[in-house]
């Protein structure tokens, strides 16, 4: 089993920047695929950034593009969604994902484990 526990989310005003960092334990050496998504009151889960096992690979939601950096350190098995530029549109709970193999970043029934949640909430 793996489990997921994100952190980092907070207030912060529009144009504003927040890190958040999903850490992973148990067994973290299947988990060669890793995500954020988002989840806003009323609206589905959201995909936001996705990021192979080496790194080399990254997907991001045409929201997130040019704002959102995605980045993952193994030796730590941690994965952090640094967002920059933030609006009142991205206010939301932000959840981490992790899971072997996949098609498509932006599927959430593709992902296998998922954290709790962190909530992230941007003033105007």
């Known amino acids: 089993q793996v489990q997921l526990v994100e952190s980092g989310g907070g207030l912060v005003q529009a144009g504003g920047s927040l890190r958040l960092s999903c850490a992973a334990s148990g067994r973290t050496d299947s988990l060669y695929v890793m995500g954020w998504f988002r989840q806003a009151p009323g609206k589905g889960r959201e995909f936001v950034a996705g990021?192979?096992?080496?790194?080399?690979?990254?997907d991001y939601a045409n929201s997130a593009e040019g704002r959102f950096t995605i980045s993952r350190d193994n030796a730590k098995n941690t994965v952090d969604l640094r967002m920059n530029s933030l609006k009142p549109e991205d206010t939301a709970v932000y959840y981490c994902?992790?899971?072997?193999?996949?098609?498509?970043?932006?599927?959430?029934?593709?992902?296998?484990?998922w954290g709790q949640g962190t909530q992230v909430t941007v003033s105007s």
């Open positions: 994902a992790a899971t072997t193999y996949l098609t498509s970043y932006r599927r959430p029934h593709e992902y296998r484990y």
């Open positions: 990021i192979s096992w080496s790194g080399d690979s990254t």
